[in-house]
């Protein structure tokens, strides 16, 4: 079973709306990180989260990671064409080895 | 420009060719990864060098030979790829490896990625 888990895997938004992706760990997260893709393309560093109950944000988008450390959720407001993309979350489950979700397909309807 | 550079950014080789990818990166960094994105699957580490030493083999198959003559460059030679290797191969570095300290400069930055086709 996939370790790391991204919800919704798909997700079409009306531009101008809220919405947020999770990305859910059955074990503790020692630190996740947020990329964004744009399809075929390369990954764009978005955020790194450490502590429990973190969060951080960079222009409309605010990533947090829960107290628990197994669960962070990725919330963008007021969307815009240009969040249009593959979001995916990295974190460490075991070893020293980055773990990516499958990713979550973001498209904004105009 | 994400100062990781990666070319060819597209590739079509037959299953008897032999043929490497080549990235770059302007950062100063002194770690560099090779990750393989196929359909529907989960980003893949393949290979991890750090200060040109070789730390990650994540049970890559030979077909896929990587090398790393400096800290700003990264090549992987491919040779007899199957089909099923078709995929995009993303190349990205860091500033230091992560071990069990989580810190800024372990995240990785992702250069644009080489659509592979095995034919």
């Known amino acids: 079973s996939q370790e790391l888990e991204q919800s919704p895997q798909s997700l079409i938004v009306q531009e101008g709306k809220n919405l947020t992706i999770n990305c859910t760990s059955s074990?503790?997260?020692?630190?996740l990180y947020w990329y964004k893709q744009k399809y075929g393309e390369g990954l764009i560093f978005l955020m790194m989260?450490?502590?429990?109950?973190e969060e951080k944000s960079h222009e409309k988008i605010t990533a947090k990671l829960d107290e628990k450390k197994q669960q962070s959720s990725l919330h963008i407001t007021a969307s815009q064409p240009s969040h249009a993309g593959i979001y995916l979350c990295?974190?460490?489950?075991?070893?020293?080895?980055?773990?990516f979700g499958k990713g979550t397909r973001l498209h904004i309807l105009p | 420009e994400t100062g990781v550079t990666q070319t060819p950014r597209h590739l079509v080789m037959g299953m008897t060719n032999k043929k490497s990818l080549k990235c770059e990166q302007h950062?100063?960094?002194?770690?560099m990864y090779w990750y393989k994105q196929s359909a529907k699957k989960p980003l893949e580490l393949m290979f991890v060098?750090?200060?040109?030493?070789?730390?990650e083999n994540n049970s890559v198959p030979s077909r896929f030979s990587p090398e790393c003559p400096n800290s700003s460059h990264l090549f992987l030679h491919l040779h007899t790829l199957q089909p099923e290797d078709s995929a995009l191969y993303l190349c990205?570095?860091?500033?230091?490896?992560?071990?069990?300290?989580?810190?800024?400069?372990?995240?990785?930055?992702f250069g644009q990625g080489t659509r592979l086709t095995v034919v």
């Open positions: 990205a570095s860091s500033q230091d490896i992560r071990y069990d300290i989580w810190r800024p400069g372990t995240e990785a930055f």
């Open positions: 074990k503790t997260l020692y630190g």
């Open positions: 989260l450490q502590k429990g109950g």
């Open positions: 990295g974190a460490d489950l075991r070893d020293d080895k980055i773990i």
């Open positions: 950062l100063g960094h002194n770690a």
């Open positions: 060098y750090n200060f040109k030493e070789q730390t």
